[in-house]
């Protein structure tokens, strides 16, 4: 897909711009959940295929072959600032998606699932149903960042927190609109798709969320409980 591109043209392939090719031939790896695209091309292509970003705006990354990568890099350090991503703004992200973010499960993996109703899930995924998922790396994560009023969150955290998610996205090759909240969601509030999970640690005082330790087994049940 990636040589194909550069025959038509010698614009940047955007490592986004193929995660969504990917997806819609269905040719993701059955371990997709495990790892990130940008992972699974260092791992599994290189040489043959190799990763470059903006080093001003590490959220550009382009995928290109040896052939092709001084052209591409030229044009990389050519560019004028326009911004290639839809910008994140917490305010628009489905209450789910955020928690993903945000919940401290101690260490556990999280994941998101990918189409509504969105939900996260805490240790592992059931059992044929792996495709269904991303996994939230820990790099990407605020874990015991409270986000139950996003639209009050100091700006410092709030623009954190807004930065790792778009890393995200783009490391995972994925737009985070795909991930926004519904109107009618926002005006219902953030108890919209919440789990027991969620309602339990929205419940506690930050420091008392902060010092919460729950089994990772009853974690996992209160996280499908809606």
Not at 100 to 117: G, K, L, Q
Request: include cysteine; charge should be neutral; charged fraction near 30%.
């Amino acid at each position: 897909m990636v040589r194909e591109h550069y025959a038509k043209t010698r614009a940047p392939l955007l490592l986004a711009r193929l995660g969504k090719d990917i997806e819609r031939a269905d040719l993701w790896p059955s371990d997709r959940g495990q790892r990130s695209l940008k992972q699974l091309i260092n791992d599994t292509c290189g040489p043959d295929l190799q990763i470059v970003w903006d080093k001003r705006s590490p959220a550009y990354i382009a995928v290109v072959t040896p052939e092709v990568r001084a052209e591409v890099e030229a044009q990389i350090a050519a560019r004028l600032g326009e911004n290639e991503q839809v910008p994140v703004r917490v305010e628009d992200i489905a209450w789910p998606v955020l928690l993903a973010f945000c919940v401290d499960v101690h260490n556990e993996p999280v994941y998101i699932r990918r189409t509504r109703p969105f939900r996260y899930e805490v240790g592992s995924i059931p059992p044929g149903r792996t495709s269904e998922y991303i996994l939230v790396e820990p790099e990407y994560r605020r874990p015991g960042l409270r986000i139950d009023r996003p639209h009050l969150l100091p700006q410092g955290d709030k623009r954190d927190l807004e930065a790792l998610i778009q890393k995200w996205a783009v490391v995972h090759g994925i737009g985070i609109e795909q991930f926004s909240r519904l109107e009618q969601e926002a005006k219902e509030g953030p108890e919209t798709g919440r789990t027991a999970l969620d309602r339990l640690l929205a419940a506690q005082s930050q420091d008392v969320a902060q010092r919460l330790l729950i089994p990772a087994d009853i974690a996992q049940i209160l996280a499908r409980i809606q």
